[in-house]
């Protein structure tokens, strides 16, 4: 169980540097819709219109989703204007431009994204924007883009790292403990990552998109790689630190697995980013769509829906639209994420990619309360309680009132302890307030 003093050296241990910008634009994650789980490659002008329709229609853009995020594949493949040396949009695709639908985007009162590589293709081979930073950031910025997405593929041998940093989700050779001891070429103790190739690839974008009038919000994608996690904050808004999610079970998991040991990293500006929701995609079943939006809100990880809107089920969307956890992942005062409390299957720090922490917690402002998050990790129902002592936020009182996050059923005063008999891969999500 994680004491006071814990979350308060967790807390300490902040990037004293972030990356601010104007207006607001990235101190809380983002929300929004990305292309890329629902299309693929067969992304077109009117699927990015259809998708933000739609979010206005299903009543997402009133609760805060804002960015309508065009993947891969958007552009005339190999070539660059000859004259401009700009990225050229497809003109079967995108018949009007870029440009055109972000004007329509923008009308709906959205906000637009694209897609690019710190390499010179991108992941699918179309152009990237390694060497053309200035040139790319220009365009995007007078296209109307608000929104960057940088992967991390394309990389000539000139630009790869001196040294490997462990990505302890198979990338490189790990083993169950989330150590690497197959690492080659590790790096020193004092070496700086933010020095490395890695890094200096995503700063020129960042100082390119900086010298542009128009705001765009700089969402870093190397996958983990170079130890992100101790310069992506003074970097980007955002940062990958996991591979690819997959609509299964065991891939949520293991990224949520990998991400609760960076939560000391979340705070206003900058946010490790466990790449987009699943929810709605293959077999995941209500449970696991819950528990996997439930997480990624808690984590205050980037919220950006990647599937096709019109398609989702009452539960999904109700899922995806549950206001608890949506007023504590864009909470204005509390940057902190939830943390864990209690690994619960597992004794505390256990690195297990099919158990991750099961008992989370973090305050509310605008609730006025804790959120407290309860996981069944198990194959089978299990019960899990939550013992008000146990969790920091709550420590010193007895009583408190519970209200139900999924239902928003009054649950009373429930005194010392609450008990759930949760589904496999289910969670139970509470906010507790008022002592009584």
């Not at 300490?12 to 693929?40: E, H, I, Q, T």
């Not at 190397?222 to 970097?235: L, S, Y």
Request: include cysteine; proline fraction near 6%.
């Amino acid at each position: 169980m994680l004491t006071s003093l814990t979350i308060a050296v967790l807390a300490a241990a902040l990037p004293a540097d972030a990356l601010v910008r104007k207006d607001g634009v990235g101190r809380l994650p983002a929300l929004g819709w990305n292309s890329w789980n629902a299309f693929g490659c067969d992304v077109n002008a009117s699927a990015i219109l259809t998708a933000a329709n739609d979010i206005v229609s299903l009543g997402l853009k009133d609760l805060g989703y804002e960015y309508v995020n065009i993947d891969d594949c958007w552009s005339v493949e190999g070539v660059r204007n000859t004259t401009t040396q700009r990225i050229i949009p497809n003109p079967t695709t995108f018949p009007d431009g870029i440009s055109g639908v972000a004007a329509q985007v923008h009308a709906l009162g959205l906000k637009i994204g694209i897609y690019s590589s710190a390499g010179e293709t991108t992941c699918a081979g179309y152009p990237a924007s390694l060497g053309y930073e200035k040139v790319d950031a220009e365009a995007f910025s007078d296209w109307g883009i608000d929104y960057l997405k940088y992967d991390n593929c394309g990389v000539p041998s000139n630009w790869t790292d001196k040294y490997n940093a462990c990505v302890p989700d198979g990338d490189i050779g790990t083993n169950p403990n989330g150590t690497c001891p197959d690492l080659t070429d590790p790096a020193p103790p004092e070496y700086d990552w933010a020095k490395s190739n890695t890094s200096i690839r995503y700063d020129r974008m960042r100082d390119a998109l900086l010298e542009q009038s128009r705001t765009i919000l700089f969402s870093l994608c190397d996958w983990g790689n170079a130890a992100v996690n101790t310069w992506g904050k003074e970097t980007g808004n955002s940062w990958r630190m996991s591979g690819d999610i997959t609509a299964e079970w065991s891939r949520i998991a293991q990224i949520a697995n990998e991400n609760s040991f960076l939560m000391n990293y979340v705070e206003f500006w900058g946010h490790p980013d466990p790449d987009m929701l699943e929810v709605g995609n293959g077999n995941l079943t209500v449970e696991e769509n819950r528990a996997h939006f439930a997480l990624w809100a808690i984590m205050k990880s980037p919220l950006i829906i990647g599937t096709t809107l019109n398609k989702l089920s009452a539960d999904n969307l109700a899922t995806i639209k549950n206001k608890y956890l949506l007023d504590f992942h864009q909470d204005p005062v509390y940057g902190r994420p939830a943390y864990p409390y209690k690994w619960g299957y597992n004794p505390d720090w256990t690195f297990d990619p099919e158990h991750p922490a099961e008992y989370w917690s973090g305050p509310s402002s605008t609730m006025k309360g804790t959120l407290v998050l309860m996981l069944n990790t198990e194959d089978s129902t299990a019960t899990r309680t939550a013992v008000w002592n146990e969790i920091p936020e709550l420590m010193g009182h007895d009583s408190y009132r519970v209200t139900d996050a999924w239902s928003g059923k009054d649950l009373g005063c429930v005194h010392k302890k609450h008990s759930v008999s949760l589904k496999s891969h289910d969670v139970s999500v509470l906010l507790v307030k008022g002592k009584c």
